[in-house]
């Protein structure tokens, strides 16, 4: 046979042009399938993203930060009404040594407002070493006088020495310790108190007369937090299951759609076979098609997983310290993990990609068995 | 049955000085094809022994009802199957020995088809069209292009190269269709009711065209048609009944036939 060659493959570029050429004149059906990944695509993101932003895992994200604040704010609130039951009528001092984290400012802030509200106003809430509307200003000696509880905040230790002078004027009353050392400095000092410090350590109490520790409030935390992390772990389950069962859709959505233009082209392929075309140039042609479809659809898709999330995460947050709304999007577009945004997204963009080459491969095949002698029918 | 059938030596004094039968210069040569479908359980003998030799230069059409077996025929003789049994060499090559890649090579090169639907490909221009079973062949974009280019011009529609075929009439349609069965200059033109979809005068300019390329290129011209114009152009008419090959005619003895019918 010595007339007889081989065809030869064409180059990829070839199919690629062609495949272009294929979706701009079939431009609405590609557009349907697009948005199909397009919703697949863009739901992964939004889980992705999520993550980033509420996330309570290895990466925590600023709403998880915030909801973490929000938590040990409350921890503080719910020790001072266990020990005050209602705060009305009551007098409370609150003695600054150091800086203040976070959660010291919004507890004082909280009983700042507190003293401006008709039913719950405590009596007087005193401070010293700290001017907030609301508070009064009061000397060292005097703050503990009648108050019903004591509250002492700031990172330095250094009250720990003043302690008996602090508490002089207080009988059976509750202090409220916001850093540990201070705990220790007068559980040594059998003072008639009962005290309680927050840390995400276990809380030690002390009663009476200073002999008895419990681990009353560790307990109870860490059955809290094993909780929390109990539903977080089968809301993340759901969320996975859901996940797949939703690319899986994209997936199926994909394979119908080119099953259907497959259908549609028969002649076209069978005219291309009879002209010279391989089996394998007709496979190359839908891959390539449904790649294109599927990358443009992630795309697309990575983009209004990764905004949408953060402008309603946005749009909802609130101050922790006041409760008003407006500061999110500084907080959120502000402290998220752009680097690990940016690498989810590229995943979101390759998953998507892969799954749309996936879905196009019983397609393809069935479009590179298609006879030549297809072109010939006058029906199709 | 008052049809005559050709001999031998007539065909030969159709091509004198033509093709040289001594040596059997047959571009197409079918020996005792035979092709049966299998459907479940149930066979359909499409054909049951059709032999025919077609000559080099030639312009032959094929008869035949539906149902005899006539397109099967016609997809054998172009390369578009393999037959059951029998054989079927085309510019002498047995085409059932030969894998996937040839059979491409084989469809590119030595044969050009024609179709009743034109089947251009819509979302391409008329050149592109045109150009794309030279990019299957491996001739780089120039080149096609200026082929492309001067086939268009061979047809008459250098002009309209780059409308959409969505754009054209459907005599302008076939004459893109014919240009791009001639890209790669096949020994072949294999074409299907070519001016079935076609108005009598665009029909007949197509025929035309066929003949103009017949002696222009020494292109062999295989035709199904039921189209009496483009019978009475060829050369011999090959009539297709129940698988077999029924008989061989020319042009003059169709028109007693069909006077006899009338």
Same mark, same amino acid.
């Given at each position: 046979m010595e007339n007889i060659g081989t065809q030869v493959r064409l180059p990829i570029s070839t199919a690629v042009q062609i495949a272009l050429q294929g979706i701009k004149i079939r431009l609405?059906?590609?557009?349907?399938?697009?948005?199909?990944?397009?919703l697949g695509i863009a739901f992964l993101m939004s889980v992705f993203t999520g993550e980033l932003i509420s996330g309570t895992g290895y990466i925590k994200g600023a709403m998880a930060q915030r909801e973490e604040l929000n938590n040990t704010v409350k921890?503080?609130?719910?020790?001072?009404?266990?020990?005050?039951?209602?705060?009305?009528?009551? *007098?409370i001092g609150i003695v600054v040594a150091g800086e203040l984290d976070q959660?010291?400012?919004?507890l004082a802030k909280r009983l700042a407002r507190l003293t401006q509200d008709q039913k719950q106003a405590p009596k007087e809430v005193r401070a010293v070493g700290l001017s907030l509307p609301g508070l009064t200003r009061a000397d060292v000696r005097e703050v503990g006088k009648d108050a019903s509880m004591l509250i002492v905040m700031g990172n330095s230790g250094a009250l720990a020495t003043a302690f008996e002078a602090l508490t002089a004027g207080m009988e059976q009353v509750y202090v409220l310790d916001t850093y540990k050392p201070v705990v220790m400095a007068a559980a040594e000092g059998a003072h008639d108190v009962k005290m309680r410090t927050y840390a995400g350590a276990p809380v030690v109490v002390v009663e009476h007369s200073g002999q008895k520790y419990e681990q009353l409030y560790g307990d109870q935390q860490q059955e809290v937090l094993r909780e929390q992390a109990e539903?977080?772990?089968?809301?993340?389950?759901?969320?996975?299951?859901?996940?797949i069962i939703?690319?899986?859709?994209? *997936?199926?959505?994909?394979?119908?759609?080119?099953?259907?233009s497959v259908t549609e082209r028969f002649k076209e392929i069978g005219t291309m076979k009879c002209l010279g075309a391989l089996s394998v140039f007709i496979r190359q042609l839908f891959l390539i098609e449904s790649a294109l479809i599927g990358f443009t659809g992630s795309f697309l898709g990575m983009l209004v997983g990764a905004l949408l999330p953060m402008l309603m995460y946005s *749009?909802?947050?609130?101050?922790?310290?006041?409760?008003?709304?407006?500061?999110?999007?500084?907080?959120?577009?502000?402290?998220?993990?752009y680097p690990l945004l940016l690498a989810a997204g590229l995943s979101a963009v390759v998953v998507g990609t892969l799954l749309a080459i996936m879905a196009a491969i019983y397609p393809a095949n069935f479009a590179a068995r298609m006879v030549p002698a297809m072109a010939l029918r006058s029906n199709v | 049955m008052q049809g005559m059938v050709v001999t031998k030596d007539q065909v030969e004094s159709l091509f004198a000085g033509g093709a040289d039968l001594s040596q059997g210069d047959y571009v197409i040569r079918a020996v005792d094809v035979r092709k049966i479908y299998r459907m479940g359980d149930t066979e359909t003998h499409a054909l049951r022994g059709a032999t025919l030799d077609i000559l080099r230069g030639e312009y032959l059409s094929i008869m035949g009802p539906s149902g005899s077996g006539k397109t099967t025929f016609f997809n054998m003789i172009g390369g578009l199957g393999k037959p059951s049994a029998g054989k079927v060499y085309i510019d002498q090559v047995d085409i059932a020995q030969l894998d996937p890649y040839e059979l491409a090579w084989l469809r590119?090169?030595?044969?050009?088809?024609?179709?009743?639907?034109?089947?251009l490909i819509q979302v391409m221009s008329c050149l592109e069209n045109v150009m794309l079973p030279m990019a299957f062949a491996g001739v780089t974009s120039e080149d096609a292009?200026?082929?492309?280019?001067?086939?268009?011009?061979?047809?008459g529609l250098e002009d309209r190269a780059l409308h959409k075929p969505s754009e054209m009439s459907g005599g302008q349609q076939q004459r893109v269709a014919i240009a791009r069965a001639l890209a790669n200059s096949p020994a072949i033109l294999l074409a299907d009711e070519p001016t079935a979809n076609l108005d009598l005068r665009t029909g007949e300019e197509i025929i035309e065209l066929f003949s103009r390329l017949k002696e222009t290129r020494g292109v062999t011209i295989i035709t199904a048609t039921h189209d009496l114009k483009m019978l009475k152009r060829s050369d011999r008419i090959v009539w297709i009944e129940d698988g077999r090959i029924d008989r061989v005619t020319t042009p003059e003895a169709m028109n007693i036939e069909v006077g006899e019918v009338h």
């Open positions: 609405g059906r590609a557009l349907v399938t697009i948005s199909g990944v397009v921890m503080m609130e719910s020790f001072v009404s266990q020990a005050l039951g209602s705060p009305k009528d009551k *007098i959660s010291e400012l919004i539903k977080a772990e089968s809301a993340r389950f759901r969320t996975v299951w859901v996940m939703s690319l899986l859709v994209t *997936i199926i959505g994909i394979t119908n759609s080119l099953l259907m *749009i909802s947050y609130r101050d922790p310290a006041t409760g008003a709304l407006g500061a999110g999007f500084g907080v959120i577009f502000g402290t998220i993990n | 590119c090169r030595k044969v050009g088809y024609i179709f009743q639907a034109f089947n292009r200026d082929k492309a280019m001067e086939i268009l011009a061979e047809v």
